[in-house]
């Protein structure tokens, strides 16, 4: 395990298909991200805006990937844990919300005593999903099992180095003709590639928030065209600009687990 230390109780643990955050909220737009959410409150309460419907409030809040929103908390500290909603059979999102919701004390106050527990001793090694869901949920989600050649478009996709992978590239590494690769894409994954890379892209920003990297260099480093693309794009995902994440980021403890990309790797 890779690991980036701050002396702070804020940390984030950051691992191929789960990341784990306790820090500062900001003050967040509406976001859309690619991921499946569980908000927690540390004290107080939060409230979820979101696009269509009417808002919550409560200790522990859902939102599922890909729906735009926006949360409050009466305190500047939250939890935030997320899923790739690739790694589970499709529909299990939808029931272990419904579960959450049901259970929200009792999830709220388990994933409290996970921020406990890593905040006195980080998990060590590779930390896989279901050591992760154990610790998160007092249970193990579903793997879900992709096809081969979408897994390594994935890796592909995944490695943040050298030229961006594209439909092109991935399909011709697969040996498919570039239109039955983005069919089969979206068939495993149930998003399209386009959006499936570019939230991994945004997603892979998390892994230099606490770094005083200069933000023109890195959008480049980890495939954007320009500056502007990449303001857009975290700004639709997280709902903050990119120098307010790295400004509200500076005391936090980020671990990271799985693959680390050699960009990274050199970054450091």
């Known amino acids: 395990m890779d ?7 804020h940390l984030m643990l950051i691992t191929p298909e789960r990341v784990f955050y306790a820090g500062l909220l900001g003050r967040p737009r509406q976001r859309c991200s690619g991921a499946f959410h569980i908000y927690v409150a540390l004290t107080g309460s939060l409230r979820l805006l ?17 729906k735009q929103h926006t949360i409050e908390s009466d305190y ?19 029931r272990f919300a419904a579960k959450v919701a049901r259970e929200a004390a009792a ?6 005593a996970a921020y406990e527990e890593l905040a006195q001793r980080p998990l060590s090694g590779d930390v896989t999903s279901a050591v992760f869901d154990r610790l998160c949920f007092g249970e193990v989600l579903p793997q879900r099992t992709l096809d081969p050649r979408v897994v390594k478009a994935i890796g592909l996709i995944s490695r943040f180095s050298g030229e961006p992978a594209t439909a092109e590239s991935c399909a011709a590494a697969v ?4 239109s039955r690769f983005l069919h089969l894409f979206k068939e495993e994954t149930d998003i399209s590639f386009r959006s499936f890379r570019a939230w ?3 997603r892979h920003l998390l892994n230099y928030a606490n770094q005083d990297l200069n933000l023109a260099h890195l959008a480049q ?4 065209p320009d500056s502007t693309h990449f303001s857009h794009s975290i700004r639709r995902f997280y709902g903050l600009k990119p120098r307010a994440i790295f400004s509200g980021s500076r005391d936090l ?13 050199l970054a450091r």
């Open 253 to 265: 403890a980020i671990y990271r687990s799985g693959e680390i990309s050699q960009d990274l790797a």
């Open 107 to 112: 999830y709220a106050c388990r994933i409290r």
């Open 221 to 224: 480093d980890i495939g954007y």
């Open 76 to 94: 500047r500290t939250v939890i935030v844990v997320t899923m790739e909603p690739e790694s589970v059979p499709i529909g299990t999102l939808d």
């Open 50 to 66: 979101p696009e269509a419907g009417e808002a919550r409030c409560g200790e522990l809040l859902v939102v599922p990937p890909n």
């Open 200 to 202: 991994k892209r945004a």
């Open 175 to 178: 040996g498919l003709s570039t």
């Open 3 to 9: 690991v980036t230390r701050r002396d702070s109780g």
